[in-house]
């Protein structure tokens, strides 16, 4: 069954299930592109929930809520000023169900009405296919050092017209 999908703005009270689920989205769905290892220095566990709590009443993202799941938190999105994409993540519960499509389409019409002219994003292996099919371009593949760990990303541009 889909999930019917409201898209709101953050809440404080959001910081904890959004750290849980941004732990468990790297440490299930990501577990067919990286390797244990990798997973853990890319989020260790358990996760820093102080950490997380101050960046997301900072960044304050986009929050998608399951409506037939109780108001479930779905997953969510950043936008970062100027143009950059960041955590962009599902929860394993609603993965390949159109979630993070749904949070990237939310994010680029509020970037288009703040008259921004690209959007970035250092995009995962396996968020890449997701950000080639709304329309971004490979710029380089990155290495990227963690916790004695090399994450594969991939930064990616579009041009908003």
Same mark, same amino acid.
Request: aromatic share 8%; net charge positive; proline share 5%.
């Given at each position: 069954?889909?999930?019917?999908i409201?898209i709101?703005?953050?809440?404080?009270?959001?910081a904890?299930e959004l750290t849980?689920?941004f732990?468990?989205?790297? *440490?299930?769905?990501? $577990?067919? %592109?990286?390797? =244990?290892a !990798?997973?853990?220095?890319?989020c260790?566990?358990?996760?820093d929930?102080l950490?997380?709590?101050?960046?997301?009443?900072?960044t304050?993202?986009?929050?998608?809520?399951?409506?037939?799941?109780?108001?479930?938190i779905?997953?969510?999105?950043?936008?970062?000023?100027?143009?950059?994409?960041?955590?962009?993540?599902? *929860?394993?519960?609603? $993965?390949? %169900?159109?979630? =993070?499509? !749904?949070?990237?389409?939310?994010?680029?019409?509020?970037?288009?009405?703040?008259?921004?002219?690209?959007?970035?994003?250092?995009?995962?292996?396996?968020?890449k296919p997701?950000?080639?099919?709304?329309?971004f371009?490979?710029?380089?593949?990155?290495?990227?050092p963690?916790?004695?760990?090399i994450?594969?990303?991939?930064s990616?541009?579009?041009?908003?017209?």
């Open positions: 069954m889909k999930p019917d409201t709101r703005n953050y809440q404080k009270g959001d904890k849980d689920l732990h468990d989205s790297i *440490h299930a769905i990501a $577990a067919t %592109q990286y390797n =244990a !990798q997973r853990e220095a890319w260790p566990t358990p996760p929930y950490h997380w709590q101050t960046r997301l009443n900072q304050k993202p986009f929050v998608a809520v399951s409506l037939l799941h109780g108001g479930q779905a997953g969510f999105i950043e936008l970062i000023q100027p143009d950059k994409i960041d955590c962009l993540y599902v *929860h394993p519960a609603f $993965a390949r %169900q159109g979630v =993070a499509g !749904q949070l990237y389409k939310h994010l680029e019409n509020k970037a288009r009405q703040q008259n921004m002219k690209r959007l970035l994003v250092d995009a995962s292996l396996l968020a997701l950000f080639e099919h709304v329309g371009t490979e710029i380089r593949r990155n290495e990227v963690r916790n004695d760990q994450l594969i990303n991939f990616m541009i579009k041009t908003l017209t």
